[in-house]
């Protein structure tokens, strides 16, 4: 079974801290993405990587940076946390492939910024 | 990725089989059909997804019509953690796309 962990299920941070939030997949998966999930938006798309040390924009990519150094881990940096960044965070990864490209999520961070 | 129509809720009885239908009229034909869900306050979570054939995994069905314009995703006994908002999506296979959600069907497990 796939599996994408995230370091935690909640988190409540003050405005204008830095926030990390972490993800790590154990099935070898090339691409790894960060999206965000708030009620009547849908998914939205913060990041994504396909490769080690390779990143892309996705369609909110303001107030967020990304890091992976290595290829099991994608981080989500939030450098400085602010109230409209509150939302539930996803991770997903999937493998490359030509003909699917099934994304396995994981459980989701609810981040609270006061 | 095509549009798709999903009703906005259905109800089922607890071991029943549950049929959710999915309408993608323009899908083009190196789109395939995945179905996704979300329990609540947890990340969404793979179904299935198919081509042309009709594809069967150990949580559900998938029927694919002919014309390749709908389908329904089957799960054969609904239990109550079946609950959920399930997705239908079409998109190319491959590639490394953002996922894009509708507003997906409430599925209501009940005892």
């Known amino acids: 079974d796939v599996k994408v962990t995230q370091s935690s299920r909640y988190l409540v941070k003050r405005t204008g801290e830095k926030v990390f939030l972490e993800c790590v997949q154990d099935?070898?998966?090339?691409?790894m993405f960060w999206y965000r999930q708030d009620p009547g938006l849908g998914l939205r798309l913060i990041y994504f990587?396909?490769?080690?040390?390779?990143?892309e924009k996705g369609d909110i990519p303001e107030g967020y940076s990304v890091s992976r150094e290595k290829k099991e881990r994608f981080s989500l940096i939030l450098e400085s946390a602010s109230t409209n960044q509150t939302s539930m965070y996803l991770c997903?990864?999937?493998?490359?492939?030509?003909?699917?490209?099934?994304?396995?999520f994981g459980p989701g961070t609810r981040l609270t910024v006061l | 990725d095509a549009k798709t129509t999903q009703p906005t809720s259905m109800d089922c009885a607890e071991g029943r089989a549950a049929n959710l239908p999915c309408n993608h009229s323009?899908?083009?034909?190196?789109?395939?059909v995945y179905w996704y869900r979300q329990i609540h306050s947890q990340g969404p979570q793979y179904i299935i997804h198919?081509?042309?054939n009709n594809e069967t995994n150990e949580m559900a069905s998938l029927i694919i019509t002919e014309d390749r314009k709908s389908s329904t995703l089957i799960l054969p006994h609904a239990t109550l953690r079946d609950t959920a908002v399930y997705y239908c999506?079409?998109?190319?296979?491959?590639?490394?796309?953002?996922?894009?959600f509708g507003k997906g069907t409430k599925l209501t497990v009940n005892p």
């Open positions: 990587s396909y490769d080690v040390k390779m990143k």
């Open positions: 323009t899908i083009s034909g190196n789109e395939y």
């Open positions: 999506i079409v998109r190319v296979g491959g590639g490394s796309e953002k996922l894009v």
């Open positions: 099935m070898d998966h090339e691409n």
């Open positions: 198919g081509l042309k």
């Open positions: 997903a990864s999937s493998p490359l492939s030509y003909f699917t490209d099934t994304q396995y």
